[in-house]
């Protein structure tokens, strides 16, 4: 496994570090302030009062100079950190050779296609060929067209607190009124079930866990008559909802989705946009459940420093697509393509998938023995380094912290050198999802300083 030592070398020394009295300082304020004039804000970072000018590793730097510690890994993306020596030198060499070949066959796009396979989950492993797509909601747009397609049907399943991307079909299986209200109406066909949120679940549960209730209410939906979803095509699941609230359900509820799809003849796509890549523990996160996904959405940590996302698919599904259906201008860049193997190998060689599990489970014990003595937290969970704390007003009442206490929050942490970015559908859950590149010894300055701001909040 790589060493701490190494690990440090990926990142700049001595963070974190504010030299403004206060953030965002005069050169981040001004670029902040005139930003609005140019570029529209509706971006997911638009509101958030930082500027990056250079990023090393797990580190980053403001335009004033400051020196913060990631935490948020541009929301998981930066999978081996940034500007990683191996990263730099395969942009370099392959940007020499070939950038761009605009959808035709390219020698690392094959590679890549073949490197995926390797690494797919069981029942996809060396079974699977993979389509690319330049985000995650290009993924998620394939993903549904090829399900409808393979299966000749319709309807899709998602679920409430889903995020999925902000096109066409990606938004319509989202939820989230900020990425809906005023831009319907959507794509029909869309169904919305509960997850398995147990901390806000709003209904009894009896003596059944959520993933119980969850899995068997999916399985009534589709194999019952008269619900109206007679006519699905695809479930589409997060396997640890991100945007929703960082929830990591337990395997059960994903066994009983998938036994459900399989007597309705739906196909279960596992979207590991977010958690997939090692975040979790697992290079998929659906391996913590052992059911097998017919398809799977990725994106973000694949490519880290350049866009790469897209779909693998079960072959013999594949198979069934129409050739030259779905071309795509930008879609496996050969530098992209280099950049995603590159993070694979160094992922792989560095062992982080395992150190993701060991040093998750160090900052979530932690974190949840210090909630004991904050009453802020209200429940504080996770995976891996996928990693949610629910910040609360009153515990026992579960009222979601607010507005304002997030801002302090977020700010406090700011001002203190640390990059943590909220989530939730309350917006009241801090994600800690650092690049698996940070050290041992960041990780626990992150936290100190976290549990610091949150004692004074
Ligand atoms: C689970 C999931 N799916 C899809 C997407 C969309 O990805 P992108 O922002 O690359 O379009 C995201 C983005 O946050 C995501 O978390």
């Not at 794509?187 to 899995?215: N, Q, W």
Request: include cysteine; proline fraction near 6%.
């Amino acid at each position: 496994m790589i060493t701490e030592q190494e690990l440090a070398e990926l990142s700049f020394a001595d963070a974190p570090k504010i030299i403004t009295d206060g953030v965002p300082g005069p050169k981040a304020a001004e670029l902040l302030a005139e930003a609005p004039e140019f570029e529209s804000m509706t971006r997911g970072g638009g509101g958030f009062p930082l500027v990056f000018d250079v990023g090393k590793g797990v580190t980053v730097k403001d335009p004033d100079g400051n020196l913060y510690i990631d935490v948020s890994a541009g929301v998981g993306v930066s999978s081996v950190g940034r500007s990683h020596p191996r990263v730099i030198e395969a942009i370099k060499r392959q940007s020499q050779i070939l950038t761009h070949a605009s959808d035709i066959s390219n020698t690392r796009r094959g590679e890549l296609a073949k490197k995926i396979a390797s690494i797919a989950p069981p029942g996809l492993r060396n079974n699977c060929i993979s389509y690319f797509t330049q985000s995650g909601s290009g993924a998620l747009e394939c993903a549904i067209k090829f399900a409808r397609r393979v299966t000749g049907r319709n309807q899709i399943l998602a679920f409430h607190g889903a995020y999925h991307g902000v096109w066409a079909a990606s938004n319509a299986i989202t939820t989230g009124d900020q990425y809906r209200r005023g831009y319907g109406p959507f794509m029909g066909g869309v169904i919305h079930a509960p997850y398995p949120y147990a901390y806000r679940f709003p209904l009894p549960l009896g003596d059944k866990s959520c993933e119980e209730v969850c899995g068997d209410y999916v399985d009534y939906l589709l194999n019952t008559p008269y619900t109206a979803a007679d006519d699905v095509a695809a479930v589409i699941v997060e396997p640890v909802q991100g945007e929703g609230g960082y929830v990591p359900p337990a395997p059960e509820f994903f066994l009983k989705v998938k036994a459900a799809c399989e007597k309705h003849g739906a196909l279960f796509v596992a979207d590991e946009v977010q958690a997939g890549t090692g975040r979790t523990g697992k290079m998929w996160s659906i391996e913590h459940s052992g059911v097998e996904p017919d398809l799977i959405t990725f994106g973000k940590g694949m490519g880290g420093d350049l866009p790469m996302a897209g779909v693998i698919m079960r072959k013999d599904l594949a198979q069934q697509l129409d050739d030259m259906s779905q071309p795509q201008t930008f879609a496996a860049n050969a530098v992209s393509s280099a950049v995603t193997m590159t993070n694979i190998d160094v992922i792989q060689e560095g062992e982080l998938v395992t150190r993701a599990a060991q040093l998750g489970k160090e900052v979530l014990d932690r974190v949840q023995a210090a909630s004991e003595n904050l009453p802020i937290i209200g429940e504080a969970r996770g995976r891996g380094l996928m990693i949610g704390i629910e910040l609360v007003k009153d515990r026992e009442t579960r009222e979601p912290a607010d507005g304002d206490m997030m801002m302090k929050v977020v700010m406090g942490l700011l001002a203190n050198g640390i990059i943590m970015v909220p989530c939730g559908r309350n917006g009241n859950v801090l994600r800690l999802m650092p690049s698996l590149t940070i050290t041992r010894d960041y990780m626990n300055k992150a936290v100190d300083i976290l549990l610091d701001v949150l004692g004074t909040v």
